[in-house]
Each structure stands twice: as structure tokens, then as C-alpha cells.
């Protein structure tokens, strides 16, 4: 698992670089596909890690409102 998780980050990055294209041609029904690919595939190597993508949604959601907007960021 370990050794493959770097394809599948590069494939994550590449369902996002399909949806940036689907966007970019005004093509909302693919846009909408290819950012449940992104999801899918987020999944899948969460699940390779027996990490529990929900919970860790909502412990950094509950952490992102605990903080100040931006937190010193400018975007
Ligand atoms: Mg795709």
C-alpha cells in the first residue's frame, strides 16, 4: 500500500486536473463526475489506510471553526 500511495495521490491530482478542464468548457455535467472521481479515489486510499475519512472531516471541520478566519493568511 505504502508503495503506491504516491500514484495514487498523482491520481487524485488528475481526476482535479479533469474537473479544472470540465469547468474550464462550461461542462457542469462532467464537472460534477469528475469531483465525485476525485472523492472516489480519496476514499479508496483513506480506506487502504483503515483511516475513517467521515470522522476526520468532522474533527478538522470542528478545528477550522475554532479558528480565526484566515488565520494569517491573506486567501
Ligand atoms: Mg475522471
Not at 457542469?28 to 479508496?44: H, K, L, P, S
Not at 483513506?46 to 475554532?66: F, P, S, T, W
Amino acid at each position: 500500500m505504502l508503495r503506491k500511495t504516491g500514484t495514487l495521490i498523482a491520481l487524485i491530482h488528475s481526476e482535479l486536473s479533469e474537473a479544472l478542464e470540465a469547468h474550464r468548457e462550461g461542462d457542469v455535467e462532467n464537472f460534477a463526475e469528475e469531483m465525485a472521481d476525485v472523492v472516489i479515489r480519496v476514499a479508496d486510499l483513506c480506506g487502504g489506510y483503515g483511516i475513517d475519512l467521515e470522522a476526520a472531516i468532522v474533527a478538522k471541520m470542528e478545528r477550522n471553526r475554532q479558528r480565526p478566519r484566515l488565520h494569517g493568511k491573506r486567501y
